[in-house]
Every structure is written in C-alpha cells, then in structure tokens.
C-alpha cells in the first residue's frame, strides 16, 4: 500500500528587509500632520478674527504648538539614523537637502508677501534643514555623547547671553533675549536637542528591532494608512496645507462676521508694556494670558475692556497679573 505523499509545508514568511522603511515612522510623523492641520486651521481662524481665541497668545494652544514641533524634530533625527543605517547616500542626502532648504526659501518669500510684518524668517523647515547638516556627526558618536549633547542644547538658551547674539544676525541661534515679530520660529537651540534625542532614540532602539517582526509591520486599516502616506509625502503635505486652509477660511469670512478682538488688543498692549519693563517676551505672554483668564473668571474681563474698574476692582486686578507673574 502506499502511502500519502506529505503535505508540503507552507512557505515561510520572508525576513524582514534591512534596510526597508519603517511605517511605524511614517505613521507617528502622519499624526504630528494631523496635530498640525488642528494648530494651523485653529490659527488662521484666529486670525481671520473668526474665533474669539486669540491662538498666538494663549499659553495651551502655544505649549499644543511647542509639541507639535518637537514631535517633527525628534522624528527627524529617527529618520536621519533609518536613513544611514547602511551608510550615508550623499546624492539621496543633497537632493533630500535641497528640496527641505528650496521648501524653507518659499515659505519665507510666501509669508513676505502675505504677512510682512510676521513673515518667517526661520521656522521649523528652515530648522530642519540646518539640523540635518549638523546632526551628521552624532550619527556615529556614542550614544551616550549624543544623550548629553541633546542636554547640552537644551540647556544652553538659559546659560548662554551676549549682547553680540542679539544682533538681527544671530538671532537664528536661539540665544536672543529680545522679543520677535515673526509667525514661527524654530531657533537652532534649543530645538536641536529634540533631533538629538531623535537619534540617540533611534540608536537604542533599532539594533533591538531591525529584524524582528516589528520592522515588516505595514497598517491595513486605511485610516492608518492615510496617516502613513502623509508621514512618507510630509513636505509636500506641509507645504500644500495652508494656502488650503487659507483659502477656505477667506471663502468663509465672506459670510461669517468676524469676532470682537477686544481681548487680542488688551494682550498686545498687555504684552508690550510688559516687554518695555525688560521682562523676557515668553513670561510676558503667558503672564498677560493668565490675567485675562482671571479677569474673566473674576467677572472683570467686560469692566476690564470698558476702563471702568473700581478702586477694589483695579487692586483685585493687580493681584491677579502678580499671581500670574509669580506662576503656579
């Protein structure tokens, strides 16, 4: 009798490429994208005087911001290692270069034009471009100097004042103490500590990963997989997001009626008289956002804008801007 012939074994799964594209990557960079998107649109609602908000200077929506890009900076220096994991491709790494420096140079010509008075001069693009230069010597260094550089940076706005680095062409270090008028700005330091950490992150981690299952991983639910294709196209995406949602918002002012901007001028004047006094602009802003937050939980914030406020009134007034200066 003869006996069955066995049952041939399935084919065995294919190693993990090294080498290959972590989606992983492409997904967390996909949903800073997406906090973006709620920034920006918050914003230029803000601006169009469509909410009453006044996103620029309250403080939640500036530490939302402040995440949101060192986010983007940390990945940048994760996608740095993925990227010369087997050695530095340097025509992959100019071409990559160019198009990030070209995308920087636009936004600055764009906002020229469009917000003169704010325009960006160096933002979070113009950041990435720089940091990637930078960044290429930490590539190889311990990981360990690499984690103390990143502290370094991160440090060194608070160590480090001159006079000479407040000169107009300094100011892109980061070590300035005098207040600016632009729409972002990303200075070298300390945000490069964010693209540092990125590397020494992605350092620790890859050697553990790179060919286990977790490096073949590709999302299949096509939420997540929108979230994949914006992180692998963000430059572009970047780029094409807010002429849209600038346009949209224009559309719609034509119909909608904008907000009073009674709080956005009380904080300019707030801020102003503040920075005039030598307090750093960042305390100024935060301290004029919690007095109108107690204003307005005090029941003031209407008799505050009127100049109407009693003897009592004004010293409540008083004690709320020094609790707010003196901080939690």
Not at 5 to 22: E, L, N, S, V, W
Not at 232 to 247: A, D, E, K
Not at 301 to 306: D, E, N, P, S
Request: proline share 7%; net charge positive.
């Amino acid at each position: 009798m003869t006996e069955p012939a066995p049952t041939p074994a399935p084919p065995a799964a294919p190693p993990p490429m090294r080498g290959a594209r972590f989606a992983q990557v492409d997904v967390a960079r996909g949903i800073a994208l997406l906090a973006m998107f709620v920034f920006h649109f918050a914003y230029d609602l803000s601006n169009a005087g469509l909410i009453e908000t006044d996103i620029a200077f309250e403080p939640g929506w500036r530490w939302f911001a402040r995440c949101i890009a060192g986010s983007f900076l940390t990945l940048v220096g994760v996608s740095l290692v993925l990227a010369t994991r087997r050695g530095l491709n340097r025509a992959s790494f100019l071409r990559r270069l160019a198009m990030v420096s070209a995308a920087a140079l636009l936004v600055t010509a764009g906002t020229v034009v469009a917000m003169p008075a704010n325009f960006i001069f160096f933002g979070i693009l113009h950041h990435v471009a720089v940091a990637s230069v930078l960044a290429l010597p930490f590539l190889r260094l311990p990981v360990a100097s690499v984690i103390l550089s990143a502290a370094v940076a991160f440090a060194l706005p608070s160590l480090v004042a001159s006079p000479v680095l407040d000169q107009s062409w300094a100011v892109w270090l980061g070590f300035s103490r005098l207040p600016l008028q632009t729409a972002d700005f990303v200075p070298v330091f300390p945000w490069f500590g964010c693209v540092l950490t990125g590397i020494a992150l992605a350092r620790i981690v890859l050697p553990r990963i790179e060919d286990s299952a977790v490096a073949s991983w590709r999302p299949r639910l096509l939420p997540v997989r929108i979230l994949a294709w914006g992180g692998r196209h963000s430059l572009l995406v970047y780029l094409v997001h807010q002429p849209l949602f600038i346009g949209l918002i224009m559309l719609a002012a034509q119909v909608i009626a904008p907000v009073p901007r009674e709080e956005s001028r009380f904080l300019g004047d707030c801020q102003a008289t503040c920075v005039r006094s030598n307090a750093d602009e960042t305390l100024c802003r935060d301290t004029c956002a919690c007095t109108v937050a107690g204003l307005k939980r005090e029941n003031l914030w209407g008799k505050a804008l009127a100049d109407q406020l009693s003897a009592e009134e004004t010293a409540r007034l008083s004690r709320l801007a020094q609790a707010c200066l003196r901080g939690p």
